[in-house]
């Protein structure tokens, strides 16, 4: 039980990287309160296609990465609880 506690602390920490360094890359979206209100169009090219530029890319690894992180928190506990 020693070795699976371990591999899953360093899938954990391997993660935890991951997902600092995906989050620091993405870029800071400006559009603030005036963005909220008047909002944008989504009926053209580059938000039709938006999933294949590198801010999609970007943001798609953060939500997977994110989803492992809390994953492996959970199995962590579980382990620890063991």
Sequence with gaps: MQIVKYIVIALYLLDC?????VTMMQNKDSRGASGTIVGSSTNNFYEKNKSRTREGKLKKWT???GVVFIVLAIVLGIIYVI
């Design 63 to 65: 939500i997977i990465l």
């Design 17 to 21: 990287l991951g997902l600092i360094i």
